[in-house]
Each structure stands twice: as C-alpha cells, then as structure tokens.
C-alpha cells in the first residue's frame, strides 16, 4: 500500500493521468453492470376472445401506451426489456391486467380474467380483482344514488388499499397502492408506511405519497404558523398573522367550491363557528378557486360569516407549497401563541378537539 502512494507521489503527469483514465473506465464499468443488473425481460403471452385484434401495453408511471401487441388467432406473446419492478398493464379498454416486470414469465387468459406467474404477479392479480370489483359496485351503487351502499362500498375500498400496503411491507406492491392509501392514514401510519427501508419507498409511483408526507410535516403539531398574504372577499390584502399568534384559537379551513365534499364539510366549520366564536376561536378560509364570482356566491350560499380569502389561483395558490394542501377539504387548528396544536380533523373530531381546547 505504502508503495502505491509513493508511486502516485512521484510519477511522471502522463503517468498519473492514465491512472485516472483507468479509474473511470472502471468506475464507469461498475455503473453499467449495475446499471444492467436491474435490467429484466418482460415476457407475457396468452389467450383472448378471437374478436379482439390488438392489445396495448401501459407504463403506469408515465401513463402512457409503450407497446401494441398484435393478436393472432386469440393468441398474443410480448417481449422486452424492462426496468426491473417496473408497473405495467396490458389489456384493452374493457379489460386490463396489472403486472411487476420481475423476469418471470407471465400467461393470461382474457376468456378466463386468470393470471399466472411469480408469486408477486399472482398476489398483485388477486389485489387488483378485488378492487376493480369495488369500483364497479361503487359506481352502481353511485347511478342508483344509493347512498348507504356507497358509504358501505368506499370504506371496504379503503380498507383494502390499506392492507394492500400494510400485507406486502416486504415487496413492491405497496407502490401502487400508497398514494390512494395515504389518504386515509394519519401522519404516524404514513410515517410508518413510508420508512425508507421500504423496498417500496423509492419507486417512482411512490412519489406522490412522498409528498404527502412532507405536506404532513408542515401542519405538524408544535410547529409555528406560515405566515400568506392574499386578497379577503371584499377585495383588501390581508396575512394570516393579523389573526394569527394574537392570543385566540385561529381554525384555517382550506377548500374549494367546486368540490362537493367542501360543501359537506362546512356544517362542520359552521357549527365551531357559531358555538366558540364567542368563546375565543377565529375561523378564516382559504379558497382554492378561480371563478371570482363563484367564490362570492358560494360565500353568500353556505352562509360563511367568517373571513375568507384567497389568491384565484386554484392548485397554484400559495397555500399549496406553504402548508402543503394537495386535497380538500383541510384543517389546521393553531394555538393562541401561533403553534400549531392540530390538523385534518373531520366530522365529529373538529368539534370535539374544539370543546376541549375552550372549555
């Protein structure tokens, strides 16, 4: 060792830069044997009904068609080279098939909606029945206007997108389903679901439930408000701080008219307002619309007396980057010193956590 580094000391330039040009060969082998080592070959082949002429290949990142698989005689083969872990489906608009390229071979039969291949695929098939067969009853239940059996149908989806995570903890699976999943869990379950030494953490479908964990952290108890200025419904700039960290309970309520939950939403908002108001709570609204009018009517329906603001930029307000609002409705509770003391609470949880704090 110690006549390597005397070499490197006292060898000639051109010496030492050939070193270097060996060391980036080298290094530049590694990175593409690596490189290649996550490479896989898709091989997928089966049967459908004769009627059909042509298959599309999906990449469910990007969303888009990367391959037509030519039918011949109700039969199709599919082969190349994929990312390895990478989500496909593979199918036509009535019926498509979900898949992991892990290099294992995959056969489907249409006429028979089957599925075989590793043990992954084969899991990943049985998940994807059972919610498709979810969404199709939702979506029954939703043209009959049956409401009950929708509530009852939508958590039972829930349910499952959430065990699809929490069953494969151990696998790529929970990719797909995570960014529907972290909708229904609170800060501790993503931050438990989304450690990074999640096989799953990393995988570009993952991405959006990243950032929800990040938007999570910013509305975290025990953090200070974020201060934004934009203009209330009469037209004035006004900041978050001349309510906020001024010695009273400020509820900020994020929404937006168009969506019909927002609507559902501020019986909830109204009723803190109208029984703590009095009592020391402020409750100011953040509207993520962009129809002006719209905006003030929907004020003047919903018989919102509180202040509301808003910049009219939709998903490109301020508020979506400084308190990491990606969907509506949303909460935050912050303290009478400009802590914040909580978030996302819904339904009778708003009112409860309310009462306590003013009692």
């Not at 997108?161 to 229904?184: G, L, S, T, W």
């Not at 379950?189 to 950032?211: C, F, G, I, V, W």
């Amino acid at each position: 060792m110690k006549k390597l580094k005397l070499f490197c000391i006292f060898a000639p330039s051109n010496a030492l830069t050939d070193m270097k040009k060996l060391f980036s060969i080298c290094l530049m082998v590694t990175l593409l044997t690596i490189a290649k080592a996550q490479q896989v070959t898709l091989n997928i082949e089966g049967s459908v009904p004769t009627e059909i002429q042509t298959l599309t290949l999906t990449d469910m990142v990007t969303q888009q068609a990367v391959d037509t698989i030519i039918v011949i005689n109700g039969h199709f083969q599919c082969q190349r080279n994929t990312e390895k872990n990478q989500f496909f489906s593979i199918g036509t608009r009535g019926l498509t098939f979900l898949l992991i390229s892990d290099g294992t071979p995959i056969n489907i039969n249409f006429n028979k909606g089957a599925l075989k291949g590793s043990s992954l695929n084969e899991r990943l098939h049985r998940y994807d029945l059972h919610v498709s067969a979810l969404d199709m009853a939702m979506q029954y239940a939703y043209m009959a206007q049956d409401r009950q059996k929708l509530d009852s149908l939508r958590t039972a989806w829930q349910k499952t997108m959430k065990q699809a995570v929490v069953e494969n903890a151990d696998n790529i699976i929970p990719a797909y389903y995570i960014n529907e999943a972290a909708y229904f869990c609170d800060y501790d379950e993503m931050k438990q679901l989304l450690s990074p030494d999640k096989p799953y953490y990393n995988h570009p479908l993952a991405r959006q439930a990243r950032t929800m964990l990040q938007d999570y952290e910013l509305k975290m108890p025990g953090k200070p408000f974020v201060d934004m200025e934009m203009s209330d419904s009469f037209g004035r700039m006004r900041r978050l701080s001349e309510w906020c960290g001024k010695g009273h309970y400020v509820l900020l309520h994020f929404w937006n008219s168009n969506f019909a939950p927002c609507r559902k939403d501020m019986e909830h908002i109204a009723y803190c307002y109208e029984m703590f108001h009095d009592k020391g709570l402020e409750v100011i609204g953040v509207s993520f619309d962009t129809n002006k009018q719209q905006w003030l009517r929907s004020i003047n329906e919903l018989k919102m007396v509180w202040p509301q603001l808003s910049d009219l930029k939709g998903e490109m307000s301020i508020a979506t980057e400084a308190w990491g609002i990606h969907s509506f409705p949303a909460n935050v509770l912050i303290g009478p010193d400009g802590i914040i003391v909580a978030s996302n609470l819904y339904n009778g949880a708003l009112e409860d956590k309310v009462e306590e704090l003013l009692k």
